[in-house]
């Protein structure tokens, strides 16, 4: 088990790609081609699990574990529209149902019909590293980046772009690539040895700024470049502990000024960071490939394409399960323990392969009494 220990201060949340990767000039490349879900990497990943174990006003301790397996879904995968008295949803179990923790609920259901809104509920929203791959994909019919990550944009998702509405595919292609076990340590205010040479991060090679880069921003996924702009601050305030991280170094550590130095003191943003190479080891980059299929020019067109793919009507409901959808459309429907016998019949309406694309969860786009909606349903056992 490899562990990254974080100590924050007020930390801001950091955008998708900034600051957190870069690599070899040699430019984009990246796994055995395949569509959809990719294989996880190798590469630790953060997991979702925190323990806080210091707060005060200007400062919070959060030990985060990084591991080789896939993170596991957090609470935001799961819409929270529950009572006051929710706690966080627990990952899903299933297709429309949670396991879910409550205060004096230990099981229900919520139901919820909203107004449909095409461009809201049903296309991903971008930050500026997204809409640049989808920006580049429209112009030049595919892109291509490189990641030792996670996916950077998710494929079968539809995302808007001056007005029109695109269809993203996406292939990937690993390659297994060698690498080294990094381990890193610093904290506010440290400083190297009185007798140890300083090594500034601009002057480290290519792959050693890669590397380092995925180690301390915990592998975020991004383009191999190591531009200007790439270098935002992604250090926390406080602390930072990483170890056995396997970095990669595509070309062995050719140039390198950290493989083989034992230990390297590398200033950074204003901060000297230890850094160690231990033994060499494997992992995978991924090439993700990019290409967006025009759909529509106009909300009105993207409706209709949503309409022919995934609408479901809700007609000739009989009297138990219309109750239920007219409560639903007045107010949010929820229910503690006690599930209304018509709830179960009124689900299998819904089908699996008419769920709406990411972002959406447990929602579907429906028709009842002539009106479009959005559909929410969950169902929570603890």
């Known amino acids: 088990m490899n562990r990254r220990t974080v100590l924050t201060g007020a930390v801001s949340v950091l955008p998708f790609l900034a600051g957190c990767t870069g690599g070899p000039a040699s430019g984009p490349s990246n796994d055995s081609t395949s569509r959809g879900s990719p294989t996880p990497s190798p590469r630790p990943t953060a997991s979702s699990t925190a323990e806080a174990t210091e707060t005060s006003a200007s400062e919070t301790t959060e030990t985060v574990e990084t591991s080789t397996d896939t993170a596991e879904p957090t ?12 706690t966080e949803p627990a990952p899903s179990e299933g297709p429309g149902t949670s396991a879910r923790a409550t ?40 892109t291509k ?57 601009a002057d480290l090679s290519d792959a050693d700024r890669t590397a380092l880069r995925l180690a301390v921003c915990g592998g975020e996924p991004g383009h191999i470049d190591v531009s200007a702009s790439s270098d935002e601050r992604c250090l926390p305030t406080e602390g930072l502990s990483v170890g056995d991280f396997p970095v990669p170094y595509p070309d062995g550590g050719d140039g390198s000024r950290l493989v083989g130095s034992g230990v390297t003191w590398v200033a950074w943003e204003g901060s000297v960071l230890r850094v160690e190479l231990g033994v060499s080891t494997e992992t995978e980059r991924r090439t993700h490939s990019y290409t967006a299929e ?89």
Not at 118 to 137: G, Y
Not at 147 to 157: A, C, I, N, Q, R
Request: charged fraction near 30%; hydrophobic fraction near 40%.
């Open 145 to 201: 980046l490189v990641s030792y990550g996670e996916t950077p944009l998710e494929d079968e998702v539809f995302v808007a772009d001056n007005g029109a509405f695109y269809e993203i595919d996406h292939a990937i292609e690993t390659t297994v690539v060698s690498a080294y076990r990094m381990n890193v340590e610093w904290e506010r205010g440290q400083e190297a040895p009185a007798d140890a040479p300083i090594v500034e991060f």
């Open 75 to 86: 609470a935001d995968d799961i819409r929270k529209t529950a009572a006051p008295d929710t």
């Open 294 to 382: 025009r759909v529509a020019g106009s909300t009105a067109a993207f409706r209709e394409v949503l309409a022919s793919r995934y609408r479901v009507r809700l007609t000739e409901l009989p009297r138990d399960e219309r109750a239920i959808v007219e409560r639903a459309v007045r107010k949010q429907y929820e229910g503690c323990e006690a599930i209304p016998s018509a709830l179960p019949t009124l689900r299998d309406r819904l089908p699996e392969e008419k769920r709406l694309p990411s972002p959406s969860s447990d929602e579907w786009y429906v028709r009842f009494d002539g009106n479009d909606y959005l559909l929410t349903l969950l169902q929570w056992t603890t």
């Open 103 to 142: 205060r004096g609920c230990p099981g229900g259901f919520i139901l919820e019909l909203r107004p449909f809104d095409p461009a809201e509920h049903a296309t991903v929203v971008l930050d500026d590293e997204r809409r640049a791959i989808v920006a580049e994909a429209i112009e030049d019919g595919e």
